[in-house]
């Protein structure tokens, strides 16, 4: 049953009120109400708060000893019939001038698709940690695309997104005494690793035979610095240091509903890479080929940015672009040598190559941790967990040698 403010009873005349007043519930129609006090936090002043549209005396006064327990202890808060979907549209526009336009598109997506279809027409205030649960769990089980189940990690994420938006709801907007969602649970988390890794030959192999392709360089430079796919399309030349042999990290690119968009890393904050001698000698290449290709297409040049990587024409190239041609690459590879085929990997994959190459080789993990942008070790040490294990399995026979035994 809906409960509702009903406000002070003014119309009535106080004695025939106080009449029906029994211990602060009354019967107002056909539904039962009550009255308690409340400490207004600003003033200090004690006012009255009418609730209504209980369908009998014992829920009235159920409800009513529940508010009374949380008006002593300060946690009361008025009725509202907001709610989750149009709590959360609130809560998002309001959220938009905090964080960076590509995680405002995740959060609007996890919300529009797998919050509101579910618990999106309930009351804010009805929700229960129990309700959390429930979507946790059905989530978990069939809320993927045609009935599939979805992985734990996207779960995760709609928790993080609803842990945001309920705390608000009691520390900013006050619609809330405490948030369900911190006490909901969430389903047993899966230990994800890194999708495939290839060998060091097999990276080699891969480059060798993509090095035909134009965008070559991109994938080098994935493959050598570790950096993520919307960091190396917003590199600039300035910020490349050909003689100190090293670049700047200084944002990511992407592309949100048709309109690229540039902002920081994934971090907030800038990093320094160095590069090795064959890179420096690549990234010079890089810019013989895009001076030539400016010098050919001439006043039709539209490259403005000092993007490192430009189409044909000058344009910054899409990041789409680089993660289609990436499988393409490879399919052509294994046509090439179908007797040493390369297995299916992603672009973000380059990454994953480069760390467990790092770790494996004995760099430690806060200098990977640095070179990858990972804002902690901890990052490095959850995601490469299983590359540190293998390595501490000759960690004795290493102190061994060292010693000298």
């Not at 006043?299 to 393409?328: K, N």
Request: aromatic share 6%.
């Amino acid at each position: 049953m809906t409960k509702t403010l009903v406000g002070t009873p003014d119309e009535q005349p106080r004695k025939k009120q106080a009449a029906k007043l029994r211990d602060g519930v009354m019967k107002r129609g056909t539904t039962w109400s009550y009255v308690i006090r409340v400490r207004d936090a600003e003033t200090g002043e004690s006012k009255p708060r009418w609730v209504g549209g209980f369908a009998t005396e014992d829920d009235a006064k159920a409800d009513r000893d529940e508010a009374r327990v949380k008006a002593r202890r300060g946690e009361y808060v008025d009725r509202n019939t907001i709610t989750v979907r149009e709590y959360l549209d609130e809560w998002i526009e309001a959220h938009a001038v905090e964080i960076k336009p590509k995680t405002l598109a995740d959060y609007r997506y996890m919300i529009d698709r797998y919050v509101k279809p579910n618990i999106g027409t309930l009351r804010l205030q009805a929700v229960r940690a129990s309700t959390i649960t429930k979507l946790y769990r059905d989530l978990r089980a069939g809320g993927g695309k045609n009935g599939r189940p979805l992985s734990s990690r996207t779960v995760d994420y709609v928790h993080a997104v609803l842990r945001k938006a309920f705390r608000d709801a009691v520390n900013v907007d006050e619609l809330l005494s405490s948030s369900p969602v911190e006490k909901a649970k969430r389903p047993r988390r899966e230990i994800s690793e890194p999708g495939t890794v290839w060998t060091t030959d097999q990276l080699r192999a891969f480059l060798r035979h993509a090095r035909e392709h134009r965008l070559w360089a991109f994938f080098h430079l994935a493959a050598y610095t570790g950096a993520r796919r919307g960091e190396l399309l917003h590199l600039r030349w300035s910020d490349v240091d050909l003689d100190g042999k090293q670049l700047v990290i200084r944002g990511s690119a992407s592309f949100i509903d048709g309109e690229r968009i540039e902002g920081t890393t994934k971090s907030g904050r800038k990093r320094i890479v160095s590069l090795d001698d064959g890179t420096i000698q690549v990234l010079r290449n890089q810019h013989k080929m895009q001076a030539a290709d400016k010098l050919k297409v001439g006043p039709e040049w539209r490259g403005g940015g000092d993007h490192v990587f430009t189409t044909g024409w000058g344009e910054p190239v899409h990041p789409d672009t680089v993660s289609s041609l990436f499988p393409i690459l490879i399919k052509r590879c294994n046509e090439a040598y179908p007797n040493a085929r390369l297995p299916h990997a992603r672009l973000h994959d380059l990454r994953h190559i480069h760390a467990t190459t790092l770790l494996l080789a004995g760099v430690p993990v806060h200098v990977v941790a640095a070179r990858l942008g990972h804002a902690d070790p901890s990052i490095t040490l959850r995601v490469y967990a299983h590359v540190i294990r293998a390595a501490e399995a000759s960690a004795a026979d290493v102190f061994a040698r060292a010693i000298g035994e």
